[in-house]
């Protein structure tokens, strides 16, 4: 009987399998499709590559500017697909990740795994014991219960389209639809994009939702926020769809499209877990865990995307270690994701760290600094002045609260807040940050340094002087490279 028995082969599963064995204990794995999970398979990576090929697009778009002689380019989509699928292959033989599992001694086992009891899993006809276990069996697209939802794709559904759509509609303006509504944007297909909530992505930022918004609708594509649901899809002649909702107004509406496309949450893989044989509590469609991974059954523990916690391969991996270490350690450890940088690979990109401005003035009195990317000569230089980039932090201790940004680079340039904040920097101590130039990182220094200005910080230098002035040229304020 083994130690710790891993239900799932992601990011989260793999993590908790290999800090298993480097604490000393038997480790099985249990993984019913390719390793890897969601994000390496049909997330993230394929995301990506589709994310790549738009801004080459839009790069092709902008080289008559820069003298550079080139014809308009265009999609060939079933080229660009099987492009993804070989990177994704690529991406997969790199990470190696059942050699790692097989040589640190995982025994790995092909199958759906489910509980009978507290103490025992069946996978095929074998059942299994152990003595812990850790489910990190991942999400799923979320497919509503409306007349005609299976007429529309899921976002890992997308990756086999053969033809470049006329028109899409993406029901869903978090993450996923953000992205795929930028890309087919670029692509040539006209989109709109439907949401629930009053704006596009929701869950971040102000600044960051409403200057996306901004981008998106000037590349074409019609955003409708606030919508009252969607009633029904149906299919048409010609293979298009005829996508019915309510609008902000509680007006029926009836649209067409060649694709629709659902990108409306992700709830975790629960349903085949056997979950109630083995006492173990489901909350909205996700396992629920306390701080520590621990579910309500004594010696499971839960870690990544079917916690609905986090749904980030960096999360996942960082809680698949946490609950590998209690549930074999017997230790209390936390995965708080207090500084945890994510972002989107729109055009432009988005990225934030920490907390919004609008959680940080909940809990106390903070000072804000706004840089328009146009402000910065990098994005001059290179001809892509839009966006902005928001810095947050505590008007008491100084301390960086968060960071959020639209723009070039943008995923990258919070990766340095979260660094400082990581190190316990204060503002004055990224201001003073001797960051190259030109580069799009130095916004963050800019935005520094003008929240010292603000809270009058006068811990810097006398090389700093020319910061009581208030147009000081950015080789004056950011260093140079």
């Not at 000393?24 to 499709?33: I, M, N």
């Not at 999400?139 to 409306?146: A, E, I, T």
């Not at 499209?257 to 044989?277: K, Q, R």
Request: glycine share 12%.
């Amino acid at each position: 009987m083994p130690d710790l028995i891993v239900i799932g082969g992601g990011p989260a599963g793999v993590s908790a399998a290999l800090r298993g064995r480097e604490l000393g204990a038997t480790v099985s794995l249990v993984e019913r499709g390719p390793m890897g999970g969601v994000c390496t398979n049909d997330g993230c990576v394929p995301t990506r590559v589709l994310a790549h090929a738009a801004r080459l697009v839009r790069d092709g778009q902008q080289a008559g500017s820069y003298g550079i002689r080139a014809t308009e380019p265009s999609i060939d989509l079933p080229r660009l697909m099987a492009r993804t699928r070989r990177l994704v292959r690529a991406v997969h033989s790199r990470k190696r990740l059942r050699e790692h599992l097989d040589r640190a001694g995982v025994e790995v086992f092909r199958g759906s795994a489910r509980f009978v009891d507290p103490g025992h899993v069946r996978v095929g006809r074998r059942t299994m014991a152990a003595r812990a276990f850790v489910i990190a069996a991942g999400g799923h697209p979320r497919r509503p219960p409306f007349p005609g939802a299976d007429l529309a794709l899921t976002h890992d559904e997308v990756f086999g389209l053969d033809r470049l759509p006329r028109s899409m509609v993406i029901v869903g303006a978090a993450a996923t639809g953000c992205q795929l509504a930028s890309v087919f944007a670029a692509f040539g297909s006209r989109v709109r994009l439907l949401e629930i909530a009053p704006r596009i992505l929701p869950a971040e930022d102000l600044l960051v939702a409403e200057t996306l918004a901004g981008a998106l609708a000037g590349h074409g594509v019609r955003i409708e926020t606030g919508i009252g649901g969607i009633d029904a899809i149906d299919a048409r002649g010609g293979g298009g769809r005829r996508i019915r909702y309510r609008s902000a107004g509680g007006k029926t509406t009836s649209v067409r499209a060649d694709v629709a496309v659902l990108a409306v949450g992700w709830p975790g893989n629960v349903d085949a877990l056997g979950t109630d044989a083995a006492g173990i509590v489901v909350e909205r469609g996700y396992v629920r865990v306390d701080e520590e991974l621990r579910t309500s059954a004594p010696g499971i523990f839960a870690a990544g995307d079917v916690t609905g916690r986090m749904m980030l391969v960096q999360s996942a991996t960082v809680e698949g270690r946490v609950a590998a270490e209690n549930a074999v350690g017997g230790t209390h450890l936390v995965a708080t994701h207090a500084i945890t940088p994510h972002g989107g690979f729109t055009d432009p990109e988005y990225g934030s760290v920490g907390v919004s401005e609008e959680q940080a003035r909940n809990s106390g009195p903070v000072s804000v600094a706004v840089v328009p990317y146009r402000d910065l000569d990098r994005a001059l230089i290179d001809g892509r002045p839009g966006g902005a980039f928001k810095l947050v932090v505590d008007a008491r201790t100084r301390r960086i609260l968060g960071a959020h940004a639209v723009g070039e680079q943008a995923t990258e340039v919070v990766q340095l807040v979260a660094a400082a904040m990581a190190a316990s920097a204060r503002v004055e101590d990224l201001a003073q940050l001797e960051l190259a130039y030109p580069t799009f990182t130095a916004i963050a220094g800019l935005a520094a340094r003008q929240i010292v200005r603000e809270l009058g910080v006068v811990r810097l230098s006398p090389a700093w002087r020319t910061l009581l002035e208030p147009r000081a040229a950015e080789w004056e304020r950011g260093g140079a490279g």
